[in-house]
């Protein structure tokens, strides 16, 4: 077995680009070093590399031309496209994994159709996680994009299939490997209501999550999740293949809906790998 | 289509360091390369982000432009609200006011 780790994290700009504008301090530091500890986490395992599984923004993948899924197979990516005082993380280069990427590529594609990218240039979805899992950039980095932005997107038994084929192009290959989720649950981002977070949607969701429950997970539908969960909630596909992914249950160590000036509820929880997908 | 262009634009400034200086150096030759509408113009030239916030270009897509423009979080939350107010609803895709306007956060510009 070579996946060695896997979990879930927020990746809203405003983590890092709204964190002096913060009044509950306590409650954001207390995540911070939740991301910390998730940090340590993947280094103990002995990571080689890490997969970190996007719902970008508009980086790199648009109307014209727009996969369901896709995975990064370059050797150096660069980050973030945004202006780097907005989100407060400076513009720097991050390597890649190209041998390995085109390894879990091939196997993937046995059974999911993906697309693949030697070129990726990374925004806040993946900038922040890697802000805190991998502050000095030296750890190799395989992104994957799930396309949570334009509809029509892919369905979530997609995702959950997509999430297994990793789990076992994964285990096809030595190298041990750490692989993350990023997105949002509930959240209304980039709107006037950026900040609205539905906590109760949220709670149920992560129950569902942290139980691995794959047919609770696929039991939701996209206009309900937009009318409760607004359009930010299409981003639990992310979350939903690394539970594919890992197969045990979750076990979730943060989640907050009092950051509001986060636009999102901070979540960070770790997956037992304990069943083989 | 012309949404489609619009956010074209948008997309290809956010990411392309090349697009950003065309931007700077000649905005109009860089407009004329995208099938725009005058309405959709003149808010790129008035970098209007309530009028293009109405018109339906994808919020992410306008955050990354907002912050390429300079423009501070809560002012840029408000530049949205004012332009529902001016032009009325959000006339497509899935980033529309589902609130009434008001802030969900307890922090605001700083003074």
Redesign the interface.
Known sequence: MSLVYAGVLSHA??IT??AD???NTAKRDEFYAKLDIQRQEIEASGAEALIVIAAE????F???NMPAYCIGIGSEYEGP???PE??RIPKTKVPGAADLGTRLTREVMKTVDVAYAEEW?F?HGIMVPLHFLTPKYDLPIIPVNINC???PLTPLHRAWAFGEALRRACDSVPEKIAVVGTGGISH??????????NEPWDREFLDRLMRNDREALLGYDDMQT?RDA??GG?EIRTFIAIAAAAGGQGELQFYTAEL??FAVGCTVARFSLDKAA | MSL?YL??FL?QL??EESAQKKYRADLEQLLEEYDLTDEESNALREGDIGLLYVLGV???????YA??L?IE?FDY?DL??EG?AKHGPVRAG??????G?E?????GK?Q
């Open positions: 700009p405003g680009g709204r504008l913060v009044k923004h508009f980086a790199n648009f109307m014209s496209i945004e202006d907005w989100l240039k925004d932005q334009g509809p209304w981002p980039a709107t006037p209501d950026s900040g609205k977070i937009y607004g359009q299409f509001p000036i | 489609y956010q074209k997309y956010n990411r994808n919020g992410q897509i306008l955050m990354h912050a390429f300079g979080w939350l949205m609200r529902i899935v980033y529309a006011m589902t609130g306007g802030s969900f956060t307890e922090e700083k």
